[in-house]
């Protein structure tokens, strides 16, 4: 049975946020005994967020969370005298993963019920407001849902998220189609948990700077592992994803909601592994496509990658080339109905090699691709961002 399950953007429904810290040690209550200390956390507060946990036994714990500028060294908390241990950091307005690592044992934060999924693991998600763009605010919101469909491709259920814009269950108009895909080790929830999609396109369309839209996010992985991720099946393998996103997941998306079906009206577009999904799915289809995104990344795989400080430069890719694989579609004269083909990466980001070198051989068949360098690496900061100047950008 194919079942929807739709949850609207609510504001304050993505963040925990109160005023006051934690409380002494509560009496106990139904003969519970004595409780321990009330704990908040996070406790978001004007440019800061204190991060809690009560392990009044634990010899160690740090906060993990990758994306918060600075604490990718796992910043050691400390511990009060009532076995609360804390952490308050000032990183840019966003949302923000993370994990308690309590002596050596990684754990979600036990009071805080916002969550982000990714592949293999699940997050505590905490927003920090302050960016308008995308920020929860007083406008008309769009419904997000889960959907559950059969690929025929792979031979069982799968998953995928699909943004409706405001006034579409009202409304008897068809809208256009936006494919996004998210990246390696991350899930179809990504986008709009951590990703806050839904909240963009809320802010661009009540804002009018982009048209009422459709957004697909699929499941990238066919596999817990990260299989049929990178865009390239194994040697004389099938690629599964594409199969899985050509032959169910639009047919699926496009017989199910109001959307129109041509070119000029779909686009795809994907960060990191996703993007190099983008480029094979567009590339190899190109009469489906008028416009397409790539989110720090490129054709991964088919480009040298410079070598990082104090490591041996990885290896150089060995067989054919995609570019040799891919002639034909490269040369394909449906190029000429790309509108848009935008390439964005952060200068730090250990992919701008494979972005240029991608950029310049779409050049060299006679595509015409903008390549934009951003600050900052391989980060949700940045793929926000970029989610918020392509969006305008499409179906004008």
Same mark, same amino acid.
């Given at each position: 049975m194919?079942?929807?399950?739709?949850?609207?953007?609510?504001?304050?429904?993505?963040w925990a946020q109160a005023p006051t810290p934690a409380a002494p040690a509560q009496p106990g209550r139904g003969g519970r005994g004595p409780q321990g200390p009330v704990v908040v956390s996070p406790e978001v507060g004007a440019g800061k967020i204190t991060f809690r946990i009560h392990a009044p036994k634990a010899e160690s714990v740090r906060l993990s969370a990758g994306d918060i500028p600075s604490s990718g060294q796992a910043p050691a908390m400390t511990k009060g005298e009532n076995g609360i241990w804390e952490v308050t950091l000032t990183p840019p307005p966003g949302a923000y993963r993370y994990v308690f690592n309590v002596d050596g044992v990684r754990t979600i934060d036990p009071v805080n019920p916002s969550t982000s999924e990714s592949n293999a693991n699940t997050w505590s998600l905490v927003y920090l407001p302050g960016a308008e763009w995308m920020d929860t605010n007083r406008v008309p919101h769009g419904t997000v849902a889960s959907v559950t469909y059969y690929s025929e491709a792979l031979k069982r259920n799968r998953r995928m998220h699909v943004y409706t814009p405001p006034g579409y269950e009202t409304s008897t108009q068809k809208y256009p189609v936006f494919y996004l895909l998210h990246g390696a080790s991350d899930c179809d929830d990504s986008w709009t948990s951590v990703g806050r999609a839904g909240f963009i396109l809320d802010n661009l369309i009540a804002a009018k700077k982009a048209k009422p839209m459709v957004v697909v996010m699929p499941a990238g992985h066919t596999s817990?592992?990260?299989?049929?991720?990178?865009?390239?099946?194994?040697?004389?393998?099938?690629?599964?994803?594409?199969?899985?996103?050509?032959?169910?997941?639009?047919?699926?998306?496009?017989?199910?909601?109001?959307?129109?079906?041509?070119?000029?009206?779909?686009?795809?577009?994907?960060?990191?592994?996703? *993007?190099?999904?983008?480029?094979?799915?567009?590339?190899?289809? +190109? &009469?489906?496509? #008028?416009?397409? /995104? =790539?989110?720090?990344?490129?054709?991964?795989?088919?480009?040298?990658?410079?070598?990082?400080?104090?490591?041996?430069?990885?290896?150089?890719?060995? *067989?054919?080339?995609?570019?040799?694989?891919?002639?034909?579609? +490269? &040369?394909?004269? #449906?190029?000429? /109905? =790309?509108?848009?083909?935008?390439?964005?990466?952060?200068?730090?980001?250990?992919?701008m090699s494979t972005s240029k070198g991608t950029v310049e051989m779409l050049k060299k068949h006679g595509f015409s691709p903008s390549m934009k360098e951003s600050p900052g690496a391989h980060t949700w900061i940045n793929w926000r961002e970029y989610l918020n100047e392509f969006a305008p950008q499409l179906f004008q």
């Open positions: 194919r079942y929807a399950i739709a949850t609207l953007f609510l504001a304050g429904s993505m817990r592992t990260g299989g049929g991720g990178g865009g390239r099946g194994a040697a004389g393998q099938p690629d599964e994803f594409q199969q899985d996103f050509i032959n169910d997941i639009m047919p699926y998306a496009e017989a199910h909601y109001r959307v129109l079906t041509d070119r000029n009206h779909r686009a795809i577009a994907g960060l990191s592994m996703g *993007g190099s999904q983008t480029l094979n799915a567009s590339l190899t289809h +190109l &009469d489906k496509f #008028a416009y397409i /995104g =790539v989110y720090s990344s490129g054709l991964i795989g088919s480009f040298p990658r410079p070598a990082q400080p104090g490591q041996a430069a990885p290896p150089a890719p060995t *067989g054919p080339s995609w570019e040799e694989t891919h002639k034909a579609d +490269l &040369d394909n004269p #449906a190029k000429k /109905g =790309v509108k848009l083909f935008w390439f964005a990466t952060g200068v730090d980001d250990g992919l």
